[in-house]
């Protein structure tokens, strides 16, 4: 070899030491002028081999292989706790495109502008999930010890994590400083356009709307074009020295897209205007909204119109209370410091605005904290698999949040310094796993080894490894059947168990995020916010037991085809639909068990739960104790009251409006105002007011008192009971509730919808099963993390289907019954189809 061939490849060999590249080798030589022969044998000459002490600076071959395997759980964990938060909207966005005519285009806009302050949060929690589960499957298969066998350390194989940390660290600060403020800015704007542009969309039937400013709006019945009115009444409640109360027969809404104005055109109708008499309650019943009145008996004007217009005024999101209350986070970064100069010596505004501030930046940086913690304990624990790193990502994601949530708490009542309580989660995390990385990376683990001994001593002991074995020497062929059924069953149970303990702590990590404004708004003891989640996690739990059911169904035929135990059924006679009886049966026991759940337990729950809410946390009345202001009600069909306040402890009512319509042209024909009224066992008892009588012809007739007694069929519990939503009611509840709305007139195919859903919905857990079981076995070779992508999938075709049907009979295109069964009925079919087509 030529000497200037032999210095060039010795120049080759001390820069391969540096960085490990063999096309340095290649560039050298080819400066040089040496042949293709010395080219080659100086690249043997610098080969590296695993355990050299070369490492290269560059991103190799290790470090794609653990960024490939982090992309997968990364991508699946971002789309599972995003659907999570995402799963609760559906339903409403679905409702705005099929039932009020909103385009879809602006939905979807919608849904985009949400996205960004979701994936703030989920960008950090999906990467702890691949850290564990990617580290967890290394270790697992030995490919940690084959590294370091090799001679890469530890430290050497968390260097792709930390640079993917680092990546989701930069992207996620991009979401909070950047994206999120223009996000939630346009989102509030275009949701205030579809108001104005949809006004409709704010209007419901029989139901009294105040969605229009001091302005409330009663109708009787919305046409399918969504413009046409009828049956309407109004009330101009805007000067609280006057009340107007206006009814019309029909009425359009017309909307001017240039000027953006609602206009309300009402025909055939009368304007009613009188001067009010305050209500004037005691002092310690008075409330700040308390302004109105009923109308006095001196000055009355009755007003007949073939045509009336008036606008609406609609309110924009940007001034809802939620909004005022967290304003900061629609502010850029700039202006964010802005606010916090100006509120300099008024800690009540500085501090929110501080903690935003903050936390925009701490977030980002979680990210690389759960990449540090995540790694150490994912190569540390490497015989619990994913079910370690599932159970691993819950506890850090909710021991995080809870400590953010009571520090949060802590800094806005003073009590630290803000920045201290916002970043002492990461400075706890990050110290934690900087010593579990170091103690990992010295190969330091004699509690595992311990906690391992004592597990596996305690597996070992298990008194039905001993039964079943023993069962093995004299089983018959029937024993050995029920042996299987009950070897599946017990696999079936344990996913079932995993699937609720992962749904409640989802469900505990979720609601935090979404009510933590609250809980630091309102600063209630810990054990309030326990026992808040006592009521509340029962009722999630009912809710995601179908998808649990799926999940269960599909990991449980995974395995069983993963590792060809059902081949072996198959080979020693027993089918695939003999197999799945005793997994169909559980399936149909689950859903008659939801049934009687949802029946008897779930209205108290709901019920305690929101008193919770209320009482303890809010610190409020109960509601039926609760004084409310402005309260309408419609008790017959045509008697409407409007009560000014409410005191249930006295059963009082101040400031008093009976209105009496013709239920065919809905044209006021009597009327009565009183300053107060109180109930007694005989009857009402009327103080200061008039009564008057409204002829057709528009003549009026007055008839003023200071105090009366008169007969009208309500009583005060017309007033106090507070009517449960429909998801709060039991079936039978349901059912007599639109026996009473059917007796009085009103319409109740919304209703009829959810009455019939209470059927159909427990059976969604059986119908969940026989779905799951044919899509599993399409790729027996799916591992877990493709059960989990499967399953969402079906659920998320499910609920698509299922809204899309409700939605379509609230706007009368479906009959209710089927409605309510539509999706299940699909699914039925799909399900039992391939079932019966399966492979036996």
Excluded at 54 to 69: A, C, K, M, N, T
Excluded at 589 to 600: D, I, K, R, T, Y
Aim: glycine share 6%; with cysteine.
């Amino acid at each position: 070899m030529p000497t200037r061939v032999r210095r060039a490849a010795a120049r080759v060999r001390k820069r391969s030491r540096r960085s490990c590249c063999a096309a340095d080798t290649d560039n050298a030589l080819s400066r040089t002028g040496a042949s293709r022969n010395a080219r080659r044998q100086a690249r043997r000459s610098t080969r590296l081999c695993y355990n050299s002490a070369v490492r290269p600076l560059g991103f190799g071959v290790l470090d794609r292989y653990i960024v490939r395997e982090l992309v997968s759980p990364f991508g699946l964990g971002v789309t599972l706790f995003t659907f999570f938060l995402v799963l609760d909207r559906i339903y409403n966005l679905t409702e705005l495109v099929i039932t009020k005519g909103v385009p879809f285009h602006l939905v979807l806009q919608l849904l985009v502008f949400m996205l960004p302050s979701f994936l703030a949060h989920t960008l950090p929690m999906a990467l702890l999930v691949a850290v564990l589960l990617a580290g967890g499957r290394l270790a697992g298969d030995l490919e940690i010890v084959a590294c370091k066998a090799a001679g890469v350390s530890l430290l050497r194989l968390f260097r792709p994590a930390f640079l993917a940390g680092l990546a989701v660290a930069t992207s996620t600060a991009l979401l909070t400083l950047v994206v999120n403020p223009l996000a939630s800015k346009e989102f509030q704007s275009q949701l205030f356009t579809i108001l104005k542009t949809r006004a409709v969309t704010g209007l419901k039937e029989r139901v009294f709307n105040t969605s229009f400013g001091d302005t409330v709006v009663y109708v009787e019945e919305i046409s399918a074009s969504q413009v046409g009115l009828r049956g309407l009444v109004v009330s101009d409640e805007r000067d609280p020295k006057l009340t107007r109360v206006i009814t019309a027969r029909e009425g359009r809404l017309l909307t001017d897209e240039a000027t953006r104005r609602i206009t309300l055109r009402l025909l055939n109708g009368g304007v009613n205007e009188a001067d009010v008499q305050p209500a004037n309650p005691p002092q310690g019943v008075a409330t700040e909204e308390t302004t109105g009145g009923a109308a006095g008996p001196k000055r009355y004007r009755y007003t007949a119109f073939g045509i009336y217009d008036m606008n609406l005024q609609l309110e924009s999101p940007l001034k809802t209370a939620a909004r005022i209350e967290k304003p900061e986070r629609d502010l850029g970064l700039r202006a964010l410091i802005r606010k916090i100069e100006e509120y300099r010596n008024d800690p009540y505004n500085r501090l929110p605005h501080e903690a935003e501030l903050n936390k925009r930046f701490a977030f980002p940086v979680a990210a690389l904290i759960f990449v540090l913690l995540g790694f150490p304990l994912a190569v540390r624990s490497h015989r619990g698999g994913r079910s370690v790193a599932l159970v691993g990502t819950l506890a850090i994601l909710v021991s995080y949040y809870l400590i953010l949530t009571t520090l949060e708490g802590m800094a806005l009542r003073g009590r630290l310094p803000v920045w201290v309580a916002i970043w002492m989660p990461n400075f706890i995390f990050g110290a934690i796993g900087s010593v579990l990385l170091g103690v990992t990376a010295r190969e330091w683990r004699p509690h595992l080894r311990r906690i391992w001994r004592i597990l596996d001593g305690v597996w070992e002991s298990l008194p039905r490894r001993r039964a079943e074995r023993g069962e093995r020497l004299t089983a018959t062929a029937r024993d050995t059947t029920l042996i299987i059924d009950r070897y599946l069953l017990r696999q079936f149970l344990t996913f079932i168990g995993i699937g609720l303990v992962v749904t409640a702590t989802l469900f505990v990590v979720i609601d935090l995020l979404q009510t933590l404004d609250k809980f630091l708004r309102v600063k209630p003891p810990l054990v309030y916010i326990f026992e808040h989640f006592l009521y509340a996690v029962p009722v999630a739990l009912h809710q995601g037991l179908p998808i649990v059911m799926l999940v269960a169904t599909i990991f449980l035929f995974l395995t069983l085809t993963r590792w060809h135990e059902l081949t072996a059924l198959k080979a020693a006679g027993i089918s695939l639909y003999r197999a799945s009886a005793p997994i169909l049966l559980a399936g149909l026991v689950v859903a008659m068990g939801a049934g009687m759940f949802q029946e008897f337990v779930l209205p108290g729950l709901n019920e305690r739960g929101e008193e919770v809410d209320r009482v303890k946390i809010k610190g409020q009345l109960p509601k039926h104790l609760q004084s409310r202001t402005r309260l309408w009600l419609r008790s017959s069909e045509s008697r409407f009251y409007r009560v000014e306040l409410l005191n249930p402890s006295t059963s009082d009512l101040y400031g008093v409006t009976v209105l009496e319509l013709d239920p065919q042209d809905f044209r006021l024909t009597s009327r009565l105002d009183a300053r107060q009224a109180h109930w007694t066992t005989g009857g009402w008892e009327l103080m200061d007011g008039a009564a008057r009588e409204i002829a057709r012809d528009g003549q009026l007739t007055t008839i003023p008192f200071s105090h009366t007694a008169v007969e009208l069929e309500e009583t005060i519990r017309d007033f106090t009971d507070i009517q449960k939503p429909p998801m709060a009611m039991s079936y039978r509840e349901l059912r007599d509730y639109v026996a009473r709305l059917e007796a009085a007139g009103f319409q109740v195919k919304k209703y009829l919808v959810d009455m019939y859903s209470k059927l159909s919905d427990p059976l969604k857990n059986l119908i969940m099963v026989l779905v799951a079981i044919p899509f599993a076995l399409q790729s027996p070779r799916g591992g877990r993390l493709y059960g989990i992508a499967l399953a969402i999938g079906i659920m998320a075709a499910y609920m698509v289907v299922d809204y899309s049907a409700r939605a379509f009979a609230r706007a009368d295109l479906l009959p209710p019954l089927l409605a309510a069964w539509t999706a299940n009925v699909i699914f039925l079919g799909i399900g039992a189809s391939l079932f019966l087509r399966a492979r036996t």
